[in-house]
T-cell receptor, first 111, second 110 residues
Framework: DAGVIQSPRHEVTEMGQEVTLRCKPISGHNSLFWYRQTMMRGLELLIYFNNNVPIDDSGMPEDRFSAKMPNASFSTLKIQPSEPRDSAVYFC?????????FGPGTRLTVT | DAKTTQPPSMDCAEGRAANLPCNHSTISGNEYVYWYRQIHSQGPQYIIHGLKNNETNEMASLIITEDRKSSTLILPHATLRDTAVYYCIVVAGGNEKLTFGTGTRLTIIP
């Protein structure tokens, strides 16, 4: 298996633009997680899905952030409009039972 | 979930055993101890987890004290590739949410 796949790996955008991050979980995994990592705040859970259903979105910072999981093999995290403070590394992870497998991350820079 | 306390940084000589402590004095009976690590610029990687018995896998050993208030992750023969930030996380059984703290930055010295 190729592991969790994230795209793009790097994204540079201007403030106010829409940004869409993509994630393909490991086949057979039924839970998917979106995390954000910054130097100031560390690694934070934004939202997670179980069987494609959002279970906990309490970590989503504000209405500018939204996440979807239309099927078991694809999820998106969208930021609209983006702001400089959204600059971070965004990780997607998937799990079947207790072990979460993380993707390589998307480094987002908002100028 | 119970809070954990870890030293901010540690050094270990290559080839020696690295012992990383974690304090979780408020842990509840149904809470597990998980360890993840994050090598620079990569996503976190699961290492091991346990409830009350000691655990061992191909990566590491986890020693949990009898009162469960602390634990130690042991990397038996540390290599340069083990240089990473190590996170100790306490999670209630059935809960999928991981709350990452600041971890311990382990540096393996040649």
């Amino acid at each position: 298996d190729a592991g969790v796949i994230q795209s793009p790996r790097h994204e540079v955008t201007e403030m106010g633009q829409e940004v869409t991050l993509r994630c393909k979980p490991i086949s057979g995994h039924n839970s998917l997680f979106w995390y954000r990592q910054t130097m100031m705040r560390g690694l934070e859970l934004l939202i997670y899905f179980n069987n494609n259903v959002p279970i906990d979105d309490s970590g989503m910072p504000e209405d500018r952030f939204s996440a979807k999981m239309p099927n078991a093999s694809f999820s998106t995290l969208k930021i609209q409009p983006s702001e400089p403070r959204d600059s971070a590394v965004y990780f997607c992870a998937s799990s079947f039972r207790y072990e979460q497998y993380f993707g390589p991350g998307t480094r987002l820079t908002v100028t | 979930d119970a809070k954990t306390t870890q030293p901010p940084s540690m050094d270990c000589a290559e080839g020696r055993a690295a012992n990383l402590p974690c304090n979780h004095s408020t842990i509840s009976g149904n809470e597990y101890v998980y360890w993840y690590r994050q090598i620079h610029s990569q996503g976190p990687q699961y290492i091991i987890h346990g409830l009350k018995n000691n655990e061992t896998n191909e990566m590491a050993s986890l020693i949990i004290t009898e009162d469960r208030k602390s634990s130690t992750l042991i990397l038996p023969h540390a290599t340069l590739r083990d240089t990473a930030v190590y996170y100790c996380i306490v999670v209630a059984g059935g809960n999928e949410k991981l709350t990452f703290g600041t971890g311990t930055r382990l540096t393996i010295i040649p």
